[in-house]
């Protein structure tokens, strides 16, 4: 129950493009949803993340669209850009979570993006 | 400013040997955690501690072993490295706000 599943395992783009990245979870006590942007040799990047109390977040060319009832989110990149080619994690957990839980996040599987010019 | 810290970046070692990944933060977090991440693959939580002098083991069964004795340092240690050890190793912090800071990573190879 504490699986984030994410797809596609891969994407290429054209400039310009919009590629979609979409997650879905199965723990309904997960209420903080995170995306990160990794380039290689380098640690993952928060990005963007939404709770559940709205159903888009906007910011700058990323967009995360949620679906509670389906418990589907995804990552919409507008305008993509050569340098937006990363490794992009979506992720659950929650968010001020006491005991063992601890805000531990659960990523999904990742997906490689190339954005090509 | 996020400021995390792992040293080495990169390490390579023999079969048998023990070794310790370095990780420091600047910014005052309780909550630290290592990850665990071959190339391009999807993060497995190994360790994590919720302060000093607590430790708990992640998702993912691991041979390392961690400390945590001062808010700031959390190393990982492993007493005698294997081949199946081999692999990116990211250690994070993470704030009030629930978001986690990922430090550069050691990616280490095990011959």
């Known amino acids: 129950q504490q699986q984030v599943k994410q797809s596609p395992q891969s994407l290429i783009v054209q400039k310009g493009g919009i590629p979609i990245i979409n997650c879905a979870y199965e723990?309904?006590?997960?209420?903080?949803f995170p995306w990160y942007q990794q380039f290689p040799g380098k640690g993952p990047a928060l990005l963007i993340a939404i709770r559940p109390d709205v159903s888009e977040k906007k910011e700058g060319r990323f967009t995360i669209s949620f679906n509670k009832s389906a418990k589907q989110f995804s990552l919409h990149i507008m305008d993509s850009q050569p340098g937006d080619s990363a490794t992009y994690f979506c992720?659950?957990?929650?968010?001020?979570?006491?005991?063992?839980?601890?805000?531990?996040?659960?990523f999904g599987q990742g997906t490689i993006l190339t954005v090509h010019p | 400013e996020a400021d995390i810290y792992q040293t080495p970046r990169y390490l390579v070692i023999g079969t048998g040997k023990k070794i310790t990944l370095e990780c420091s933060q600047t910014?005052?977090?309780?909550?630290m955690y290592w990850y665990q991440q071959d190339p391009g693959m999807e993060l497995h939580l190994i360790h994590y501690?919720?302060?000093?002098?607590?430790?708990e083991k992640g998702d993912l069964s691991s041979e390392s072993t961690v400390s945590r004795i001062r808010t700031e340092h959390f190393p990982l240690t492993l007493e005698s490295a294997r081949p199946s050890h081999t692999s990116q190793y990211l250690c994070a912090s993470r704030g009030g706000n629930n978001e986690q800071f990922f430090g550069p990573g050691t990616r280490l190879t095990v011959l």
């Open positions: 723990n309904t006590a997960f209420d903080y």
């Open positions: 910014m005052g977090h309780d909550k």
């Open positions: 992720a659950a957990s929650r968010f001020n979570a006491g005991g063992t839980s601890y805000g531990k996040l659960t």
């Open positions: 501690s919720y302060g000093v002098n607590s430790t």
